[in-house]
């Protein structure tokens, strides 16, 4: 079993920046590809950024240049550095380890 607790979410003006952390735990923990998903109201969850056990990265055309995923495999910790932020950021943001596993969310707000 893997337990993903995120953090960092908040409320920012446009054009700010928040850090988003997501720390997995669990016993004989794999590596395993780490990604964000956000979920705007009425709207479908969707995939934002991932980053491979070997640090390969992957980001949705929206975010590309203003968003970086990060993750320190001695810490289980995955992190999204995300600059620039438009109200259309606004959503719940996810964490996910490897294909099962979900944390419970992180609200970004992005309003002035």
């Known amino acids: 079993q893997v337990q993903l607790v995120e953090s960092g979410g908040g409320l920012v003006q446009p054009g700010g920046s928040l850090r988003l952390s997501c720390a997995a735990s669990g016993s004989a923990l794999p590596i395993a590809t780490m990604s964000w998903h956000r979920q705007a109201p009425e709207k479908q969850r969707e995939l934002v950024a991932s980053?491979?056990?070997?640090?390969?990265?992957y980001y949705v055309d929206s975010v590309k240049g203003r968003f970086t995923i990060s993750r320190d495999n001695a810490k289980n910790t995955a992190y999204l550095q995300i600059n620039s932020l438009k109200p259309e950021d606004t959503a719940v943001y996810y964490c996910r380890y490897g294909g099962n596993y979900w944390g419970q969310g992180t609200q970004v707000t992005v309003a002035s």
């Open positions: 980053i491979s056990s070997s640090g390969s990265t």
